[in-house]
């Protein structure tokens, strides 16, 4: 999950906005109607396929067992399918759930522990195998095998979704048959669950092309070792079978992807793009180059390149569902004063988080808080967890920037350590932005405290490393981010909790923990007021103990060629984007 976070934000933001969250529709009915009423509507002429370009990063798998990175991700929402699917809808201007592989959402039980899916007969791997609920049942038994402990395997029993006894089966101590996943016939896949969850959650967790999707079981096993630990699938265009809206036509490892309709798939009547082509370019400014040369059809802008386009009526702008923060070792064995929330209070309110933000990211906004402005409390209307009354009431003012209290913080912490501090911030080597916020607070930090009392070392290191560090305690101060689900702000809490593998932080509170298993597995599930009063608890739990101290909350600024015509009409949607796929593209010349 880190490692999803880290290239989210730091390394293919544009891969993100423009693939990730891009895609849709425009409505095959539509489409005929406007034909119809006037023939003399001068709407773009088709002359040949639809093509979308776009720069992306580099992939190391597309198993969709072990894929770690956003890239891997957007990658496989193109080529691999799902039970259900998240589109935009023109009607409501707003998300909707359809059936993609179900013929529509699933039914339920009375209690709401078992789910039924209804599969769509006919639907077909790309090389023309039949596709059904056994191949769904197989999936999931493969993704929750013990042998092969795929990283993704805990998303079936330590997430938001529980199914029955896949823990278990993960740990070997049941056998498959006693899992609640099963496929009743070809048609039919019954999903049985620990405890009954909302709707939007059962449905996110069956929804775009993650672990979830189907992997088909002949290349599966093809690609087996002897003592089916691992298996090849999804390393090369042979072993990676589609199953999505779209196939490979080409897959030049690093270098070029090239997609097309996969004519199987049910999505095809939703997407309104043929072909996609993406060139793998990791560097920010040669993406801007190639949109310049008109050689891709969008790009993320963020610092000078902003500045170039700022004015430009053309930029669109998304958020994010993370809020980039600085950790602070709390648990030092080596320097006793990173230990006193007293010190760690100084840190908080002696950061210009509007600096950061505005001066040096250009496109963020200053962030003292946890949970991002993105996440989404009360789905069915649309409504943020930070627009809330119980949210806003917690936030301190003037965005948490208050040199008095900063200082006042500071002396008592100097005071019960006292001699100098020498205070070492790391961050990633190959983000120019996040080295000139380093350095940044680095001056603002030694202003403020007295740099006879205070000494901050600066240290560029891979971000791979800045977050073992982190994980290891070997830190004092660290850049880093967690991203999450925009439909369930409690579900993202989890990586502050004290049993999360990749914890990346030293905070540890059993009343947190506490709250966290009220939002997500126990009481406070269906109560919507009370879970809202716990996410504000757990958010001032954090902000009091000050495990890292938030700065800012990317605001991602995009543009897109004159040939792209949003069907949001640049309008970010939650859950959706700008719907890029389901959007009209003008032919290229």
Same mark, same amino acid.
């Given at each position: 999950?880190?490692?999803?976070?880290?290239?989210?934000?730091?390394?293919?933001?544009?891969?993100?906005?423009?693939?990730?969250?891009?895609?849709?529709?425009?409505?095959?009915?539509?489409?005929?109607?406007?034909?119809?009423?006037?023939?003399?509507?001068?709407?773009?002429?088709?002359?040949?396929?639809?093509?979308?370009?776009?720069?992306?990063?580099?992939?190391?798998?597309?198993?969709?067992?072990?894929?770690?990175?956003?890239?891997?991700?957007?990658?496989?929402?193109?080529?691999?399918?799902?039970?259900?699917?998240?589109?935009?809808?023109?009607?409501?201007?707003?998300?909707?759930?359809?059936?993609?592989?179900?013929?529509?959402?699933?039914?339920?039980?009375?209690?709401?522990?078992?789910?039924?899916?209804?599969?769509?007969?006919?639907?077909?791997?790309?090389?023309?195998?039949?596709?059904?609920?056994?191949?769904?049942?197989?999936?999931?038994?493969?993704?929750?095998?013990?042998?092969?402990?795929?990283?993704?395997?805990?998303?079936?029993?330590?997430?938001?979704?529980?199914?029955?006894?896949?823990?278990?089966?993960?740990?070997?101590?049941?056998?498959?048959?006693?899992?609640?996943?099963?496929?009743?016939?070809?048609?039919?896949?019954?999903?049985?669950?620990?405890?009954?969850?909302?709707?939007?959650?059962?449905?996110?967790?069956?929804?775009?092309?993650?672990?979830?999707?189907?992997?088909?079981?002949?290349?599966?096993?093809?690609?087996?070792?002897?003592?089916?630990?691992?298996?090849?699938?999804?390393?090369?265009?042979?072993?990676?079978?589609?199953?999505?809206?779209?196939?490979?036509?080409?897959?030049?490892?690093?270098?070029?992807?090239?997609?097309?309709?996969?004519?199987?798939?049910?999505?095809?009547?939703?997407? $309104?793009?043929?072909?996609?082509?993406?060139?793998?370019?990791? @560097?920010? #400014?040669? %993406?801007?180059? &190639? =949109?310049?040369?008109? +050689?891709?059809?969008?790009?993320?802008?963020?610092?000078?390149?902003?500045?170039?386009?700022?004015?430009?009526?053309?930029?669109?702008?998304?958020?994010?569902?993370?809020?980039?923060?600085?950790?602070? $070792?709390?648990?030092?064995?080596?320097?006793?004063?990173?230990? @006193?929330? #007293?010190? %760690?209070?100084? &840190? =908080?309110?002696?950061? +210009?988080?509007?600096?950061?933000?505005?001066?040096?990211?250009?496109?963020?906004?200053?962030?003292?808080?946890?949970?991002?402005?993105?996440?989404?409390?009360?789905?069915?209307?649309?409504?943020?967890?930070?627009?809330?009354?119980?949210?806003?009431?917690?936030?301190?003012?003037?965005?948490?920037?208050?040199?008095?209290?900063?200082?006042?913080?500071?002396?008592?912490?100097?005071?019960?350590?006292?001699?100098?501090?020498?205070?070492?911030?790391?961050?990633?080597?190959?983000?120019?932005?996040?080295?000139?916020?380093?350095?940044?607070?680095?001056?603002?930090?030694?202003?403020?405290?007295?740099?006879?009392?205070?000494?901050?070392?600066?240290?560029?290191?891979?971000?791979?490393?800045?977050?073992?560090?982190?994980?290891?305690?070997?830190?004092?101060?660290?850049?880093?981010?967690?991203?999450?689900?925009?439909?369930?702000?409690?579900?993202?809490?989890?990586?502050?909790?004290?049993?999360?593998?990749?914890?990346?932080?030293?905070?540890?509170?059993?009343?947190?923990?506490?709250?966290?298993?009220?939002?997500?597995?126990?009481?406070?599930?269906?109560?919507?007021?009370?879970?809202?009063?716990?996410?504000?608890?757990?958010?001032?739990?954090?902000?009091?103990?000050?495990?890292?101290?938030?700065?800012?909350?990317?605001?991602?600024?995009?543009?897109?060629?004159?040939?792209?015509?949003?069907?949001?009409?640049?309008?970010?949607?939650?859950?959706?984007?700008?719907?890029?796929?389901?959007?009209?593209?003008?032919?290229?010349?």
């Amino acid at each position: 999950m880190k490692r999803y976070l880290s290239l989210l934000l730091a390394i293919i933001i544009m891969a993100s906005v423009l693939v990730g969250c891009g895609g849709k529709e425009v409505a095959p009915e539509a489409e005929t109607e406007v034909e119809e009423v006037d023939e003399t509507t001068e709407k773009p002429v088709k002359e040949g396929p639809t093509i979308y370009r776009v720069a992306a990063s580099k992939t190391a798998t597309l198993n969709p067992h072990i894929y770690e990175t956003t890239a891997e991700s957007d990658t496989m929402a193109f080529i691999f399918g799902n039970l259900l699917d998240l589109i935009y809808d023109e009607d409501i201007d707003s998300y909707k759930f359809i059936g993609n592989h179900a013929v529509d959402v699933p039914t339920k039980n009375e209690d709401g522990t078992i789910w039924n899916f209804k599969l769509k007969e006919g639907l077909k791997w790309e090389d023309g195998d039949p596709l059904n609920a056994n191949d769904y049942e197989y999936s999931y038994k493969m993704l929750l095998d013990p042998k092969l402990k795929n990283m993704r395997g805990p998303q079936v029993f330590d997430a938001d979704v529980v199914v029955v006894n896949a823990k278990k089966y993960w740990d070997g101590e049941c056998e498959w048959e006693d899992v609640g996943i099963r496929a009743l016939d070809d048609y039919t896949l019954e999903v049985t669950i620990d405890f009954p969850v909302p709707e939007m959650d059962l449905y996110l967790a069956f929804t775009g092309g993650g672990a979830s999707s189907p992997v088909q079981e002949k290349i599966y096993e093809a690609g087996m070792n002897e003592d089916r630990t691992e298996t090849n699938y999804g390393t090369s265009m042979e072993t990676t079978p589609s199953s999505g809206p779209y196939k490979f036509e080409e897959w030049i490892r690093d270098q070029n992807n090239i997609y097309v309709r996969n004519e199987y798939s049910p999505m095809t009547e939703i997407y $309104n793009v043929d072909r996609i082509e993406s060139r793998v370019v990791e @560097d920010a #400014n040669t %993406r801007v180059q &190639l =949109f310049e040369n008109n +050689d891709i059809d969008g790009v993320a802008l963020s610092g000078a390149n902003y500045d170039k386009y700022a004015e430009d009526p053309r930029l669109v702008f998304s958020k994010t569902t993370s809020v980039w923060s600085m950790f602070v $070792n709390m648990t030092s064995e080596t320097k006793s004063f990173l230990r @006193d929330v #007293n010190f %760690r209070k100084a &840190l =908080f309110y002696a950061m +210009d988080r509007k600096a950061i933000a505005e001066d040096i990211y250009k496109t963020a906004a200053p962030a003292p808080y946890v949970v991002s402005s993105a996440k989404i409390a009360v789905p069915s209307k649309g409504l943020a967890y930070r627009d809330t009354d119980i949210a806003k009431n917690i936030l301190p003012q003037n965005d948490g920037y208050d040199l008095e209290v900063a200082k006042e913080y500071f002396d008592k912490a100097y005071e019960a350590y006292g001699k100098k501090m020498e205070l070492e911030i790391q961050y990633f080597d190959n983000s120019e932005n996040m080295k000139r916020t380093a350095e940044f607070l680095e001056q603002e930090y030694e202003n403020a405290f007295g740099a006879e009392r205070l000494d901050i070392v600066l240290r560029g290191v891979p971000w791979q490393n800045a977050y073992d560090n982190m994980e290891n305690g070997n830190y004092d101060c660290g850049f880093g981010a967690w991203s999450g689900g925009v439909f369930n702000p409690w579900s993202s809490m989890e990586v502050y909790t004290q049993g999360f593998t990749s914890k990346i932080d030293q905070f540890k509170n059993d009343e947190f923990d506490k709250l966290f298993e009220r939002t997500v597995r126990g009481d406070l599930i269906f109560k919507e007021e009370e879970r809202l009063q716990a996410l504000a608890e757990m958010e001032e739990m954090l902000l009091d103990a000050v495990p890292f101290v938030p700065m800012y909350e990317p605001l991602t600024t995009s543009i897109f060629a004159d040939r792209v015509h949003l069907i949001t009409e640049g309008k970010y949607v939650p859950g959706i984007g700008f719907a890029t796929l389901q959007s009209e593209f003008d032919p290229l010349d």
